[in-house]
Nanobody, 126 residues
Framework: QVQLVESGGGLVQAGGSLRLSCAAS????????MGWFRQAPGKEREFVAA????????TYADSVQGRFTISRDNDKNTVWLEMNSLKPEDTAVYFC???????????????????WGQGTQVTVSS
């Protein structure tokens, strides 16, 4: 079992930045690929970014490519999502997710993730 706790959400003006954190309680955190997803009101949950077990491989949704950066520290059992140049359409609840995967895998589908955090709200005002 893995428990995930997100933090760092809030209200920010368009063009601003936020850094989300996800702390994991797992004895073998480095065995898990990690992902960030988001869900806006009335919309389905969508993929944002993922990082492989070792942190050397990342993948992003087209909508955030070049603006968001996912990273992790396996010694701290933490994954981050650095969000820059935020837009009103980035407003959503952001979820951290974990899944046991092969070494280089960075899953993009929500169904591939077994463990989820409770989410943190990000609101971008125009």
């Amino acid at each position: 079992q893995v428990q995930l706790v997100e933090s760092g959400g809030g209200l920010v003006q368009a063009g601003g930045s936020l850094r989300l954190s996800c702390a994991a309680s797992a004895s073998s955190f480095s065995s898990y690929a990690m992902g960030w997803f988001r869900q806006a009101p009335g919309k389905e949950r969508e993929f944002v970014a993922a990082i492989n077990r070792g942190g050397g491989v990342t993948t992003y949704a087209d909508s955030v490519q070049g603006r968001f950066t996912i990273s992790r520290d396996n010694d701290k059992n933490t994954v981050w999502l650095e969000m820059n140049s935020l837009k009103p359409e980035d407003t959503a609840v952001y979820f951290c997710a974990a899944t046991i995967q092969s070494r280089w895998s960075t899953p993009r589908g929500s169904a591939e993730y077994a463990f989820w955090g409770q989410g943190t709200q990000v609101t971008v005002s125009s």
